[in-house]
Structure formats: C-alpha cells, structure tokens
C-alpha cells in the first residue's frame, strides 16, 4: 500500500538554527499537510497546500514557517529560526480527497 | 480550545468484548468526522469516517454512530483484539472534509488477551 515518506525520523538543532523536515506524499495525491504534536498534547493543524499554494493555515503557522514542493515528489516544512517550544513530532499527511494519510512524522528536538 | 472532546484518556476491555470509544464536538460547522488509531512511532492510520448526513458507518468490526443532535459519536469495535491496543484519535472537519482537521486528545485502548 501507498505510504507518506518523512525525513528525518529524528532531528536534532539548536535554538536559533533553520530546520527543513521533508516529506514524500502518495504518489497521486494533490493534497498536502502538516501537522504536530507537542509531546502530551493534541495533533495540532498546522497548514494545507494545493495547487502549489497555501489552502489554509492555522495561527501557528506564523512567518518562522515556510512550506513548498520543490519538484513533483517532494513536500518540505522550514522553520526559520527555530524555538524551543517548536519541539515536537511533525506529520506530513496527503490526500486525494479524503480522509488523509499520515507519515510516522520526524521528531524535532530543539535544545 | 477544545472543540473536539474525549473525556476518557483510556480504556481496558477484555478481548473478545465491544470497545466503545465516546467523542464529543462543540462546533456546528463540523460535517465530516474521523477515527484514527495511533501506535508509538507511527503516525495517525486513518480507521473509519463518517459524514453528517448518516448516523452509522461499518466497517468490519468497526462501526461508527453519529448523533447529531448532541454533537456526539462513537466508535464500536466488535469483538476487540490484541492487536488493537493503541492511542483512539477522534477528528473533525468542515466543508464535507476539505477544511483542517480538528483533534481529539486521544483514548489509549487495551485489550487484554
């Protein structure tokens, strides 16, 4: 079966430090997402992109974070300048429609 | 901001019994609903839905009641496995599925053999 691909599974940065989180969808999905979950809390929206722009995005989703899709594969979450309240597992998901398909998500770690 | 409730952070039923995992919803704009299951170091595995105009969606030993006038579903998994110990996620959606996912916090369920 078709999966979501992240990488890494584990990043590790420094505060202040730039991080790209990157994720293979399923091949013939058109819709991409990311979300979070800080440890102990809810999986939080954070954007959804479609037809190479942004579809929505929550208030987390503040000018630190950038999303794109660099080539006909790829889909990449950057946060800019990172913070240690951006500690967290980040699920890249995709869909065709509905409902959506998640990766294991990439835990990242900022000390 | 909790518009997607589970008031049960867990559940133990025995194997071969009905696990019922409850959620309840506060926003009326909600039209598309969804269980995800979740095993440590995996990422969410989508379950089952259901959309606003039906009040029962099955699916093998999962089935999934909406009531719509108390902004509550349900999941029932008959009859309960193992393998089916993990973290229940409800989720909402608007749109009849296109807007963002809203979460539940998650009910750890175990199965006991």
């Known amino acids: 079966e078709p999966e979501v691909t992240q990488t890494p599974s584990h990043q590790v940065t420094q505060m202040g430090q730039e991080v790209i989180l990157r994720c293979v969808p399923i091949?013939?999905?058109?819709?991409f997402y990311w979300y979070r979950q800080i440890l102990g809390q809810k999986v939080e929206f954070l954007v959804s992109?479609?037809?190479?722009?942004?579809?929505?995005k929550s208030e987390i989703f503040d000018d630190q974070f950038s999303v794109e899709r660099p080539d006909g594969s790829n889909f990449t979450l950057k946060i800019r300048s990172t913070k240690l309240e951006d500690s967290a597992m980040y699920f890249c998901?995709?869909?065709?429609?509905?409902?959506?398909?998640f990766g294991n998500g990439t835990r990242l770690t900022v000390t | 901001d909790q518009q997607v409730k589970q008031n049960s952070p867990s559940l133990s039923v025995q194997e071969g019994r009905i696990s019922i995992l409850n959620c309840d919803y506060t926003n009326s704009m909600f039209d598309y609903f969804l269980w995800y299951k979740k095993y440590p170091a995996e990422g969410p595995t989508f379950l089952i839905s259901i959309s606003s105009i039906k009040d029962k969606n099955e699916d093998g030993r999962f089935t999934v009641f909406l009531n719509k006038s108390a902004k509550h579903l349900s999941l029932h998994i008959v009859p309960s496995q193992p393998g089916d110990s993990a973290v229940y996620f409800c989720?909402?959606?608007?749109?009849?599925?296109?807007?963002?996912?809203?979460f539940g916090s998650g009910t750890r369920l175990q199965v006991q053999p």
């Open positions: 992109f479609y037809n190479n722009e942004i579809s929505e």
């Open positions: 989720a909402a959606s608007a749109d009849t599925g296109r807007r963002a996912l809203t």
């Open positions: 091949s013939n999905h058109l819709y």
């Open positions: 998901a995709s869909s065709g429609g509905s409902p959506l398909h």
